[in-house]
């Protein structure tokens, strides 16, 4: 490697790590102009591996890791001469070239990006844990349709598990509604209630289109026995109690 070289490898790595003068820069564009066979953009590529690949706050580095990690940098850093002892002086005043300890560190992280923690799979979807439900022995009712207008071609069922306190509506042709004008809100009917207070399951939207539409049920207090599940129509945000002027569609558990 000819001193040319040598000196251009140096300011690259200054460049990817620090800042350079004035001075600098044009002496590496010049250096630039003498050698079109380096690549200019190999360690600031590898830089940027390494700040990305860098772990945040709290995070550790795998133990294998770290260890290549830190080999390479002494060995680049802190080589030992040929003559067996440290020049001090010159290590002082001109470190060894970071390139190469860049570019290893670079590849070490690629090589075990496998290890690193990636976004949690997606868990199972509505239907499958509607499904599930099922396969546990929950309980399924059909939707029976009122005369209101929004269940005129609706279809679909209520699961509702006694056990777990949960379940599902899943609804085909329900009219799709505007959340600024009105929600729909389920009714869960209690053996063991005063049946002019159900307990609320939740309120719900729905988008417009040909697909089913599943909800999960969230029940606000504790059901002792489930006997009817009701649909109405309310403002938005629903309401504690409801007048029952618009029930949409109704599911009887017998």
């Known amino acids: 490697m000819t001193m040319g070289e040598e000196r251009l ?3 690259l790595a200054q460049r990817a790590t620090e800042a350079l003068s004035s001075d600098e820069r044009s002496e590496l564009e010049r250096l630039l102009l003498a050698h079109p066979e380096i690549d200019s953009g190999a360690l600031d590529r590898a830089a940027a591996a390494i700040d990305l690949g860098l772990p945040g706050a709290g995070e550790t580095l795998p133990t294998e890791l770290r260890y290549l990690l830190e080999r390479d940098a002494a060995a680049y850093f ?12 010159v290590a002082l005043r001109r ?24 976004s949690e799979p997606p868990g199972p ?14 309980l399924r009712v059909d939707w029976t349709a009122t005369t209101d207008p ?19 509506m899943s609804f085909r042709g329900f009219a799709a509604n505007n959340p600024g004008e009105f929600q729909y809100q389920l009714w869960i009917f209690d053996a063991e209630r005063d049946e002019r207070y159900p307990v ?19 029940a606000r207090l504790p059901v002792s026995e489930a006997v009817l599940f009701a649909v109405t129509v309310e403002p938005p945000g ?17």
């Open 9 to 11: 490898e140096d300011l």
């Open 78 to 89: 802190g080589a030992t001469p040929a003559g067996g002892k440290q020049d001090n002086v």
């Open 95 to 118: 470190p060894a070239p970071a390139w190469p300890w860049l570019a290893t560190a670079a590849a070490v992280l690629l090589a075990v990006a496998g290890w690193w923690p990636a």
């Open 125 to 138: 979807t509505l239907a499958e844990q509607r499904a599930e439900l099922l396969d546990a022995g929950a």
């Open 150 to 168: 929004t269940a005129a071609q609706v279809s679909g069922d209520v699961v509702w598990s006694q056990a777990e306190q949960t379940g599902f």
């Open 200 to 218: 609320d399951g939740g309120i719900f939207d729905v988008p417009p289109g040909p697909a089913e539409v599943i909800v999960p049920i969230r």
């Open 238 to 254: 629903g309401v504690v109690v409801s007048s029952r002027e618009r029930i949409a569609v109704l599911a009887e558990l017998g």
